[in-house]
């Protein structure tokens, strides 16, 4: 149970093409869906939280019209990253709860995001 | 593009050896714990958690050990199997946080046949 689906895994794209990953809770309702940002050999960067129905709220630092952050659905949250640049290429991983902050969080298995 | 960062923190156990991670959290209000395997290219995946009234909760061949006087969280694995081989993060939740995580720093683990 709680299995978290990313898609795509895996995405090459131009500089200045706007790229979608879609999270899903495949066998649970997601109350509240997460996003982090994590670079080559280091920690998981949370970028914001999403509550179903509401806007996103963004991390500090994180420019919330260069990562927009729909979640319309109990399963389902997608992250647009717009007018992508190099510096954007990252892993992206999503991941979802059920509970707030009294259940763990279940994860994708991340988007590989690389911009030429 | 590539980023300059912190390289992680490598333990190196033989096969059947137990392994000893450990982690400093950063919130003495944290109140909930959890460790966390990744494999490479893929998505954290839960090992144990544990809340802050406890100081060792047991799972099948994982013990988490909290000692919130210094702020320290420890997971040891017995009998290290090579299908151990990952990095290992630790998170903490603060209540009012919204079920935030913060994770550490992590630690690669590399298990020798």
């Not at chain 1, 149970?1 to 093409?17: D, F, L, N, R, Y």
């Not at chain 2, 090992?47 to 040891?76: A, E, F, P």
Request: hydrophobic share 35%.
């Amino acid at each position: 149970g709680a299995v978290v689906s990313q898609h795509p895994s895996w995405v090459i794209c131009k500089s200045g093409t706007s790229v979608k990953i879609e999270c899903r809770s495949l066998d649970f309702q997601a109350t509240t869906m997460f996003w982090y940002r994590q670079f080559p050999k280091q920690s998981l960067m949370l970028m914001a939280t999403s509550n179903e129905g509401s806007k996103a709220t963004y991390e500090q630092g994180v420019e919330k019209d260069k990562f927009l952050i729909n979640h319309a659905s109990l399963t389902l949250s997608t992250l647009t990253v717009t007018s992508a640049h190099p510096e954007d290429s990252s892993f992206y991983i999503c991941s979802a709860t059920s509970g707030g902050g009294n259940q763990p969080q279940h994860f994708g298995d991340g988007t590989r995001l690389s911009i030429l | 593009g590539e980023s300059v960062g912190l390289h992680l923190p490598t333990l190196s156990v033989q096969e059947g050896d137990n392994s000893i991670i450990n982690c400093a959290y950063s919130n003495s209000a944290s109140d909930y714990f959890i460790w966390y395997k990744q494999e490479s290219g893929k998505g954290p995946q839960f090992i144990i958690d544990i809340r802050s009234n406890m100081d060792k909760r047991q799972g099948q061949r994982v013990t988490v050990l909290l000692n919130k006087t210094v702020k320290h969280l420890s997971l040891q694995i017995a009998a290290t199997q090579p299908g151990d081989s990952a990095v290992y993060f630790c998170a903490e939740i603060l209540p009012w946080g919204g079920g935030k995580l913060i994770f550490g720093q992590g630690t690669e683990l590399s298990v020798k046949p």
